[in-house]
T-cell receptor, first 113, second 113 residues
């Protein structure tokens, strides 16, 4: 069965430091991959999306993610964390023909001053 | 374009009652998905409707049901409410084609007492 694993339910970084949120998926076919962000008491907002056009995908707010087929990974990075980046981040995968998104458990990003 | 709207935003119900939540998707979108989000279980997929037909279904009891109208607006109904149904219910719309991203509404916060 397809699955998405986000390593670390909580990740803490200092303001200005590199942000790295990990996402691995299991799939035998090329996937569509997404990262979403959820701020407190809000719905989810699309950060970026991979659809096989380029392995390095740039999203909003200086976030980017790199698709690595050999590692079945799609990790999210940002060079310099801001306090406003504190939120929960979700990785999702669209596989096969049933149009359903498979979601990771989410990672809460904590920014230390 | 207007975003996804959900009504009501907040709801308090008593055990045993039923509730209906509404979702208006982005204009032109034919797919509406519903999710339940709780601190303990994360983001759980309820069901997806596409062109008035249920296309995908998650692992929830029959107390949870939904429908979609010809204008793509969707409703979900929960009958015989239980305390464990307290959650944020999120609606997401998309074009419904493979690989297309979902756009989320702000959610309905349901509290069952």
């Amino acid at each position: 069965a397809q699955s998405v694993t986000q390593l670390g339910s909580h990740v803490s970084v200092s303001e200005g430091a590199l942000v790295l949120l990990r996402c691995n998926y299991s799939s035998s076919v090329p996937p569509y991959l997404f990262w979403y962000v959820q701020y407190p008491n809000q719905g989810l907002q699309l950060l970026l999306k991979y659809t096989s056009a380029a392995t390095l995908v740039k999203g909003i707010n200086d976030f980017e993610a790199e698709f690595k087929k050999s590692e079945t990974s799609f990790h999210l990075t940002k060079p310099s964390a801001h306090m406003s980046d504190a939120a929960e981040y979700f990785c999702a995968v669209s596989l096969g023909s049933n149009y359903q998104l498979i979601w990771g458990a989410g990672t809460k990003l904590i920014i230390k001053p | 374009k207007a975003g996804v709207t959900q009504t009501p935003r907040y709801l308090i119900k008593t055990r045993g009652q039923q509730v209906t939540l509404s979702c208006s998707p982005i204009s032109g979108h034919r797919s509406v998905s519903w999710y339940q989000q709780t601190p303990g279980q994360g983001l759980q997929f309820l069901f997806e409707y596409f062109s008035e037909t249920q296309r995908n279904k998650g692992n929830f009891p029959g107390r949870f049901s939904g429908r979609q109208f010809s204008n793509s607006r969707s409703e979900m109904n929960v009958s015989t409410l239980e305390l464990g149904d307290s959650a944020l219910y999120l609606c997401a719309s998309s074009s419904g084609t493979l690989g297309n991203e979902q756009y989320f509404g702000p959610g309905t916060r349901l509290t069952v007492t």
